[in-house]
């Protein structure tokens, strides 16, 4: 009776296999149909827009690119190139924009289509306000602290930034020239150097050779007290003088050649 009753089981278990064997095989199949005729569908359809894009001309000629100040524009040329000739329906500018952004110097990319046959590409960079020098090796940075690049020795913006050396100089660099343009907006033109100590004060190299040291606790009252004291000090005297010691809010200690 157990036999019996174990190969009827058996049998209903074998069955079972069977067919869900069967609905496995038939699903394979009605999926590799539709897969194909997907496939063979949008090809189909591609080729159509093209072949529209052709006789109409859909097909991307132009491009016009603005916004740049320190990205080379061949670097963007070389982007767009690939898609040169091709429909502009078929375009994705998702994808353009994400190979634009990978740029270190690219903030934001807007892009735009007339639908025809040009595209407009606008860039919004990352402002640099400083040079960091750090490992002996040079990089831009933002108001934010942020590293965009390295600093290229070729390029003639180079003079334009300030050098900050010392360790989270990057980080505290916008205060003081911020402090710094109060005063005199100038004056950065005129630094070459400026040294973060122990991450508590700055000490600050000018190009005319001149060494200031600012305090660590009052960073502008610092300031205002260097501005005060060169204001009564004529240009013949200025270029005596080696450094200038203003820790103290009380006292200015000078240096001279």
């Known amino acids: ?25 038939i699903f394979s199949v009605i999926f590799i149909y539709s897969y194909n005729n997907i496939n063979k569908f949008e090809n189909f359809l591609i080729l159509k827009i093209e072949q529209f894009s052709i006789n109409f001309n859909y097909n991307l000629k132009e491009f016009e690119i ?38 270190n110097w690219v903030k934001n990319v807007k892009l735009k289509l007339d639908y025809k046959n040009k595209i407009f590409i606008e860039i919004i960079e990352f402002k640099p306000i400083g040079i960091y020098y750090f490992n002996n090796k040079k990089y831009y940075f933002n ?36 402090i710094l343009n109060n005063y005199n907006q100038s004056l950065n033109n005129k630094i070459l150097q400026a040294n973060f100590i122990n991450k508590r004060r700055w000490d600050i190299y000018m190009k005319d050779d001149l060494h200031i040291k600012l305090s660590e606790n009052n960073l502008e009252k610092s300031i205002d007290n260097y501005f005060k004291l060169i204001n009564n000090l004529s240009y013949d005297d200025l270029l005596k003088i080696k450094v200038i010691d203003l820790r103290n809010f009380n006292k200015a200690i000078i240096e001279y050649k």
């Open 1 to 25: 009776m157990n036999n019996k009753y174990n190969r009827k089981k058996l049998f209903f278990i074998e069955k079972k296999f069977y067919y869900l064997f069967i609905l496995f095989f």
């Open 66 to 103: 603005t916004g740049l100040d320190n990205i080379e524009k061949k670097e963007i040329v070389k982007i767009i190139k690939p898609y040169l000739n091709k429909s502009i329906f078929l375009i994705s500018l998702r994808d353009v924009s994400n190979i634009i952004t990978q740029n």
């Open 143 to 178: 108001s934010e602290g942020k590293i965009i690049d390295y600093a290229n020795e070729n390029k003639s913006i180079n003079s334009k930034f300030v050098i900050f050396s010392g360790q989270s100089s990057n980080m505290h660099a916008y205060k003081l020239l911020k």
